[in-house]
């Protein structure tokens, strides 16, 4: 029962590559979330989707792009890595909001 | 917009308790309470639904109050597996979005 899978789990970018990240999830979940934890800021919605084919901007969507076109598979893109881009990306999914939440074991991100 | 937590921060020695408060400036429909420790995921504690319900597990509990538009946890004889960081995450306004708290690092010492 894997739950929710991220890859990769470490990566070092330079600054103007791009890069995708994945999560899967194999608990039939329709809502998936993508978040971005830095010291001190808590965990920052970066985009979201509520279902296959949707997604929607969260808090910090700038210089991400996200795309859900299978149920179990939500991926976060940075079209040009900056250096202001190095977090702890973490996905998340769920049935709903109002139910439990079910988080990745996280990527970590350094762009130089 | 982020939920408000407070304190940022809070050291208790084993066996003293503590009190963590979530607030909003929307309306909640439901609050989520996870504990992170350092370098792992978030883990699930509890999710309280509108209707000002109170819950708890083991020697942790938490409140809503809708009203007020605010949640607060509550740990009881603290013990040193206690220790890491709570967030609350919030439906604010009934919306899609799960928006989490920048989070209360909980410290416990011997």
């Known amino acids: 029962n894997a739950g929710v899978t991220q890859t990769p789990k470490f990566r070092v970018l330079k600054t103007g590559q791009s890069m995708t990240l994945l999560c899967a999830q194999d608990?039939?979940?329709?809502?998936m979330y993508w978040y971005r934890q830095d010291p001190g800021m808590g965990l920052r919605l970066i985009h979201y989707?509520?279902?296959?084919?949707?997604?929607a901007k969260g808090e910090v969507p700038d210089g991400y792009n996200v795309s859900r076109l299978k149920k179990q598979n939500f991926l976060l893109g940075l079209e040009s890595a900056a250096p202001s881009q190095t977090s702890v990306y973490f996905c998340?999914?769920?049935?709903?909001?109002?139910?439990?939440?079910?988080f990745g074991q996280g990527t970590r991100l350094t762009v130089v | 917009q982020q939920p408000v937590q407070s304190p940022q921060a809070v050291i208790l020695r084993e066996g003293e308790d503590a009190v963590i408060n979530c607030s909003s400036s929307?309306?909640?429909?439901?609050v989520h309470w996870y504990r992170q420790k350092h370098g792992e995921a978030p883990v699930f504690l509890m999710i309280?639904?509108?209707?000002?319900e109170q819950k708890g597990h083991d020697k942790i509990s938490a409140s809503f109050n809708e009203k007020k538009q605010q949640s607060s946890l509550y740990l009881t004889a603290s013990q040193l597996s206690y220790s890491g960081t709570y967030f609350c995450?919030?439906?604010?306004?009934?919306?899609?979005?799960?928006?989490f708290g920048k989070g209360t690092k909980l410290t416990v010492n011997p």
């Open positions: 998340a999914s769920s049935y709903g909001t109002a139910v439990k939440a079910f």
């Open positions: 608990m039939n979940h329709e809502y």
């Open positions: 989707s509520v279902g296959e084919g949707t997604t």
């Open positions: 929307k309306a909640l429909y439901s």
């Open positions: 309280l639904l509108k209707g000002g």
């Open positions: 995450g919030t439906d604010q306004g009934g919306s899609e979005k799960l928006v």
